[in-house]
């Protein structure tokens, strides 16, 4: 059995991790502006790490988010890692408001 998501922590991750965060994220860890990053872009080829992306992953993971550095290292662009991160902060959301969604809300 998987261990629970902490609801405070989901809903911060939840609150904080948008897709101009996580640009503003990576381009910090990389080096460059935000505006130079496309969405589409191999940040490998940019020049991030598997070191700095492992960062990124346990930063993430400390928010709640389920996110695996494999998965990420797979795809290491930010529309897959987005795609990956908007899942994981969907899955938070339901596994840590049962009550909610049986209530329909």
């Keep these: 059995m998987e ?6 922590a989901a809903d911060a991750a939840a609150a904080s991790l948008t897709p101009p965060r996580l640009r503003e994220a990576v381009a910090a860890v990389i080096g460059t502006d935000p505006d130079n990053l496309r969405g589409d872009q191999n940040l490998v080829l940019l020049g991030l790490g598997s070191l700095e992306m492992m960062r ?50």
């Design 3 to 8: 261990p629970r998501t902490d609801p405070d």
């Design 56 to 105: 990124l992953v346990n930063q993430w993971r400390r928010l709640g988010l389920r996110v695996a550095f494999q998965d990420l290292a797979a795809r290491p662009t930010l529309d897959a890692w987005w795609q990956r991160i908007d899942a994981a902060q969907r899955a938070a959301t339901e596994d840590t408001h049962p009550a909610d969604r049986e209530a329909g809300r």
